[in-house]
C-alpha cells in the first residue's frame, strides 16, 4: 500500500460545478498537508496549506483534513474551464514531503 | 512565472551517458529541492540542500548526485542513465520571507530527460 493514494481520474465536470478531490494516507507522522495545483507542461504550484485537522477556505478552495480517518479532500465551488488541471496532494512529517499521483480535473463550459 | 529557472527544458540522451541539470532558485530563497515526476510512480522527491549544505535524502538512486553552490544555484548529475530515468525532473525553492508559509516550495518549468 502507498502511503498516500489519490485517485488518477480524469475528473469531467461542467462549469459551475463543485468538485471533491480526495487522497487517503497511511502515516499518523504526517501534519502538514498541501494541494498542489499542475497545469499541462508546468511546475506543480501550491493552492493550499494546512496543519494538522480542520478546514481552511481561500475563495472558492476549500481544503479539509481529518486526521482521524486520514482523509483529506480539496472542493473547488463554481468551477471553471481554467480549473482544468493536474491536483496533487502532499502531506509530511518532518522535511520529507510524500506526494499523491495527481487527479486529473476537466472541467467543460 | 516562479521565479525558479531550469535548464535545459528538453534532454535527450541514450543509455549509460551522463546529464546535469540545472537550477536557478528563487532570489532569496535558500533551499533547493530536486524531484523526479513519471506516470508510474508520480512526484517523487530526491534531496534538499540548504545553503549549500544536504539536508534532506528521498528515493535518490546512487547513480545520482547534487550539490548546492555558494551562489545558491544547483546542479543534479544523472550518471550511467537506463531507460527507466526518463522523466520530468523538477527543482523547487523555499525558505524565502515571502512566502505564505516557511515550507511553501515554488516550482521550476522542469527538465524533460528522455532516455533512449
Known amino acids: 500500500q502507498k502511503e498516500v493514494e489519490q485517485d488518477p481520474g480524469p475528473l469531467s465536470v461542467p462549469e459551475g460545478a463543485i468538485v471533491s478531490l480526495n487522497c487517503t494516507y497511511s502515516?499518523?507522522?504526517?501534519?502538514?498537508f498541501m494541494w498542489y495545483r499542475q497545469y499541462s507542461r508546468k511546475g506543480p504550484e501550491l493552492l493550499m496549506y494546512?496543519?494538522?485537522?480542520g478546514n481552511k477556505e481561500d475563495g472558492r478552495f476549500t481544503a479539509q483534513v481529518d486526521k482521524s480517518s486520514k482523509y483529506i479532500s480539496l472542493f473547488i465551488r463554481d468551477s471553471q474551464p481554467s480549473d482544468s488541471a493536474t491536483y496533487l496532494c502532499a502531506m509530511r512529517g518532518s522535511y520529507i514531503p510524500t506526494f499523491g499521483r495527481g487527479t486529473s480535473l476537466i472541467v467543460h463550459p | 512565472d516562479s521565479g525558479v529557472t531550469q535548464t535545459p527544458k528538453h534532454l535527450i540522451t541514450a543509455t549509460g551517458q551522463r546529464v546535469t541539470l540545472r537550477c536557478s532558485p528563487r532570489s532569496g530563497d535558500l533551499s533547493v529541492y530536486w524531484y523526479q515526476q513519471s506516470l508510474d510512480q508520480g512526484l517523487q522527491f530526491l534531496i534538499q540542500y540548504y545553503n549549500g549544505e544536504e539536508r534532506a535524502k528521498g528515493n535518490i538512486l546512487e547513480r545520482f548526485s547534487a550539490q548546492q553552490f555558494p551562489d545558491l544555484h544547483s546542479e543534479l548529475n544523472l550518471s550511467s542513465l537506463e531507460l527507466g530515468d526518463s522523466a520530468l525532473y523538477f527543482c523547487?525553492?523555499?525558505?524565502?520571507?515571502?512566502?505564505?508559509?516557511?515550507?511553501?516550495?515554488?516550482f521550476g518549468p522542469g527538465t524533460r530527460l528522455t532516455v533512449l
Open positions: 502515516n499518523s507522522a504526517f501534519q502538514y
Open positions: 523547487a525553492s523555499s525558505a524565502s520571507l515571502r512566502g505564505r508559509s516557511p515550507d511553501e516550495q515554488f
Open positions: 494546512t496543519y494538522s485537522s
